[in-house]
């Protein structure tokens, strides 16, 4: 007898996901901010199976400030997960996700660094258009 969850069969005890099963998602602004790449993550790849696998990009560190005052409502803090979408010009869209936060304690102030991982999809959207 086969395994089901909700009249759906499953696969070794896991929900088959259809398309459906993924919400809409919607971007919610915190806010503008300021970017500063300061270099690259040395992670290993993930594993490459054949010569015609692509290869993930390698993520980069920065660090990200809020442009609002530290006192003010309006101020954020980046936490993992979100998107960050850069908007040099000409509209251009260059967006990352933050996949991890680092905390080298030797730079002045304790600065936070971000480790962002480039999201090619991504870069299409216009979520702020006009903002």
């Keep these: 007898m086969e395994a089901m969850l909700d009249g759906v069969p499953t696969m070794g005890g896991m929900g088959v996901l259809a398309a459906d099963d993924e919400p809409e998602i919607t971007y ?3 806010g503008d901010a300021r970017l ?8 290993p790849l993930p594993v490459v199976d ?3 696998s692509l290869a993930q990009p390698e993520a980069v560190s920065a660090h990200i400030e809020a442009v609002a005052d ?43 660094r971000f480790v962002l991982q480039r999201r090619d999809e991504l870069d299409h959207l216009q979520p702020f258009k006009g903002a």
């Design 36 to 43: 500063l790449f300061v270099g690259g993550v040395r992670e």
């Design 28 to 30: 919610e602004r915190k």
């Design 50 to 52: 054949r010569d015609n």
């Design 70 to 112: 530290p006192d003010t409502p309006a101020h954020f803090t980046p936490e993992r997960g979100d998107l960050v979408v850069v908007l040099p010009g000409m509209g251009v869209v260059i967006a990352f996700t933050v996949e991890g936060i680092e905390s080298p304690t030797t730079i002045s102030a304790y600065v936070r």
